[in-house]
């Protein structure tokens, strides 16, 4: 009998997939169903960008590149954090990467062990949990709650910090519910943050062009007094349409960025070529693009709100940012809300994630993504709530 490594028997995984493989084969069955599991944008990657990734592959870019990533697209990525944030990023700290999920998997790596600590929002992307005990190290959960309006508390998180903290991440715009934490609890936060100069922070930043209302989104970049110990996670996957092409970029503080180089050559090696050309392309090219998807994401996230305020025992807060509704349903009266999930993609024909994929301070709570459009976000609202109400479903 085979003998695995313990620590990958405490790997979990993001339950969206496992969503998205059920609605697929009940699909495949015949069946009608609406996924509003999945979160990914839902238009294709601008054509500007498709046409330098081409142009690469026809100019021979085939090889290997530095396993950071070529100079000019951490130059350009540098030059987009200064234009839109007027941060000021050495383009020998940015590191380029095979998507958003190697820099958690790299930051935590470095800094989870046995013995550690490392806070993480809950609920939050189920992958830092996952990687946080796959090193051995403790993971703390950051409650975030409906009722401050699913930002991070300042003097909550702060108050969770021992001496055995090695990291904390924070997440805004925020995965699964859409929350925007104001600038001025992230000021408190960094302030809070001088008594405690053994915490390093990991900002996931990937929903940061998608901030609704008029609100602004405030990077962790532009705090100065942290930035020898702050790590941000970013890429084009979410603002440009690019899940498929697999790339991301962090950037690093200078102490730890040679680890996380050889980190580098020892794991991925590179990402290809070709894509990081089309990242370049996407950089500094048009943004209309992107405008038009945060419009249209905006007015889907009202037709969303508004039709699940109007179901029987659901309430919605309006989400500040990324395209995720996080509505509340412990007034169904349906029973824990991964049953709920369960039964509305079985019976209703309607894809969703259960709050608890998420963390313990999910439940009560469904995940949709809007990142569909308006007749399939009609279709499945309409169908929920014919469910909801007993009615035949479909």
Known sequence: MLTTVAAFDRIGEENAFAVLARATALAAEGRDIVNLGIGQPDFPTPPHIVEAAIKALRDGQHGYTPSVGIAPLREAVARDLNRRHGVEVDPGLVLIVPGGKVTMYAAIRLFGEPGAEILYPDPGF????????????????????????FAFSAEETLSL????????????????????????????LVAGLAAHPHVAVMSDE?????????????TLLAYPEIRDRLILLNGWSKTYAMTGWRLGYSVWPQPLYDKVRKLAV???SCVNAPTQYAGIAALDGPQDAVAAMLAEFDARGGIVVDGLNRLPGVSCATPGGAFYAFPNVAGTGRGPAKALAAALL??????????PDFGIHGEGYLRLSYATSRENIAKALARMGDFLAGRKAA
């Open 126 to 149: 189920p992958i830092y949990r996952s990687m946080i005990e796959h090193t051995g190290a403790t993971a703390v959960p950051v409650p975030i709650r409906e009722a401050n309006g």
């Open 161 to 188: 910090i021992t001496p055995r903290t090695r990291l904390l991440i924070i997440n805004s715009p925020a995965n699964p519910t859409g929350g925007v934490t104001p600038k001025a609890e992230i000021d408190r």
């Open 206 to 218: 990937i929903y940061d062009q998608f901030v609704f209302d008029g609100q602004a989104h405030t």
């Open 266 to 268: 020892n794991c991925w």
């Open 346 to 355: 079985e019976q209703a024909g309607v894809a969703v994630i259960g709050g």
